[in-house]
């Protein structure tokens, strides 16, 4: 039986818009990467409220002063969808600074989680200031995986394509004839250069969907892998312990 995208966009658009009926909020903002998600996440946060913001926030990797804002603009163009750009490199230099003078030594996968938790920070400054909520754009995909930032891109008022596999957000996509370049890039969080998802995965998108919807996949040691991540990560997608509770 085939989808039926139109049925599906307007059940998550009413999801959207009872989301900020019940949270008396006027407004939506979503960070921008030029990526899948957020290019799925923003036409729908559109359609659902005409005051949408783009947030763009290029941070230390070249793609992501290059092909990434390329691409955003290219979506706020095509679906009319107001942006704005802030640069966050020199925040990122000045608190890698701040924190060497303490002689405390920063992982590069550390460092690599700074720059989704300053997006947020401006995500929530921002919407805070607009009377606006934050979108969530993680994939059921990356979830699984915990390939997400704690407080970051996992910090969200809400998430409209949470239960979406990866193959089903590009599917969605292709529906709603969102930019080329958009569905056909490697799907990359820019973190560092040369980075694509499933290089720092080491194994491809899917063969997690394939995990998540029949429970295994033809490569044993891609599986081990996906069900390591899985497990791994469990405290990522739960709430901290809590004494009392």
């Avoid at 559109?46 to 793609?63: F, V």
């Avoid at 089903?168 to 973190?191: C, H, M, T």
């Amino acid at each position: 039986m085939m989808r039926d995208y139109k049925r599906e966009t307007e059940e998550r658009v009413a999801f959207i818009r009872k989301v900020m009926t019940d949270a008396h909020a006027k407004a939506l903002v979503f960070a921008n990467s030029g990526g899948k998600d957020c290019a799925l996440v923003g036409i729908l946060c559109k359609m659902a409220c005409d005051d949408t913001l783009s947030i763009m926030m290029p941070c230390h990797s070249k793609r992501n002063y290059g092909e990434d804002i390329d691409d955003a603009v290219a979506l706020c163009k095509q679906f009319d969808i107001d942006y704005i750009t802030v640069d966050l490199t020199p925040v990122r230099e000045a608190f890698m600074t701040a924190i060497g003078l303490t002689g405390q030594e920063v992982t590069a996968e550390a460092a690599s989680n700074i720059a989704p938790r300053m997006r947020m920070t401006v995500d929530y400054a921002i919407a805070q200031s607009r009377g606006a909520l934050v979108a969530g754009t993680g994939n059921r995909s990356e979830t699984y995986v915990g390939y997400f930032t704690k407080w970051g891109d996992g910090a969200y008022d809400f998430n409209p394509i949470y239960d979406l596999t990866v193959g089903e957000v590009y599917e969605f996509l292709d529906y709603l004839q969102a930019p080329e370049n958009i569905r056909r890039k490697a799907p990359s969080a820019g973190l560092y250069e040369g980075q694509t998802d499933e290089g720092q995965l080491g194994v491809t998108y899917a063969q997690i969907d394939e995990v998540i919807l029949t429970g295994t996949t033809e490569d044993p040691t891609a599986l081990e892998r996906i069900q390591r991540y899985h497990r791994n990560t469990a405290h990522k997608r739960n709430h901290p312990p809590r004494y009392g509770v």
